[in-house]
């Protein structure tokens, strides 16, 4: 079954992207959302350099358009099966810390409980997941991609 779930909107306006897989963010998104499927007894996510390659175009793309443009236009690139996306959170949003920032994005994914599509996606029958970040300035967009 694929999924596609409505990302969060709070546009507040803010050039350049993220460092990539390297940032300590892309490794939080990643652990925490392991800590998250592990409360509720779901098996842990790996770190999939395909699916964070594919969700930093997400977020790269669907920064100067709308939640979910990359995913729906290429329906998953083949490899992505569901999607998270918090577009446009400002830097703030996280105390000025993109680790945070992306904590933040999590937890409101997370808050949703069961029957949210956020949540679902989270605790869904997945194998791996590629964290995405872009931003300009203090503008960001957070993907998440899950695949086999």
Not at 13 to 21: F, I, T, V, Y
């Amino acid at each position: 079954m694929r999924r596609v779930a409505l990302g969060f909107g709070l546009a507040l306006a803010a050039c350049g992207s993220d460092a990539g897989g390297s940032s300590p963010a892309y490794a939080r998104c990643v652990a925490m959302t392991n800590e998250l499927r592990a409360s509720v007894g779901k098996a842990a996510v790996t770190q999939s350099a395909t699916l964070e390659d594919f969700a930093d175009t997400g977020a790269a793309t669907d920064f100067g358009g709308q939640a979910h443009d990359h995913f729906r236009a290429t329906n998953g690139g083949g490899i992505a099966f569901a999607e998270n996306e918090c577009p446009h959170w400002d830097l703030s949003f996280g105390g000025g810390d993109e680790v945070k920032l992306v904590e933040a994005c999590i937890n409101a994914f997370w808050s949703e409980g069961p029957g949210g599509g956020h949540y679902d996606n989270m605790t869904g029958n997945y194998a791996a997941l590629g964290c995405g970040i872009y931003h300009e300035g203090t503008d960001y967009t957070i993907v998440q991609d899950y695949g086999p």
